[in-house]
Nanobody
Framework: QVQLVESGGGLVQPGGSLGLSCVAS????????LAWYRRAPGKERELVGS?????????TDAVKGRFAISKDSTPTTVTFYPQMNKLSPEDTAVYYC?????????WGQGPQNTVST
């Protein structure tokens, strides 16, 4: 079992920066992939970016050049982040962290990571 706790989010001016974080604990050695998704008002949830167990990071075209995904690992926790720069009104959304572990998805609580510009 993997537990996720998100933090961050808030109101930021267009062009500004914001960081979110998600701390995974529990059976972190079973994690294969970590990802960030977002759901904008009136839209479907979409992938923002991901980072694999090996550290290979990916971001979608919508945020490429502005967002970066990274992670820090200890024997008992994995903390992963999107660093979000040059934010625009189109980035306004609820951001969710996601972990894939043993074929199962685990989701963060989301509402704490509402980003508004």
């Amino acid at each position: 079992q993997v537990q996720l706790v998100e933090s961050g989010g808030g109101l930021v001016q267009p062009g500004g920066s914001l960081g979110l974080s998600c701390v995974a604990s529990g059976r972190v050695f079973t994690i294969d992939n970590l990802a960030w998704y977002r759901r904008a008002p009136g839209k479907e949830r979409e992938l923002v970016g991901s980072i694999s167990r090996s550290g290979s990071a990916y971001v979608t075209d919508a945020v490429k050049g502005r967002f970066a995904i990274s992670k820090d690992s200890t024997p008992t926790t994995v903390t992963f982040y999107p660093q979000m720069n040059k934010l625009s009104p189109e980035d306004t959304a609820v951001y969710y962290c996601n972990v894939l572990s043993l074929g199962y998805d685990h989701w963060g609580q989301g509402p704490q990571n509402t980003v508004s510009t």
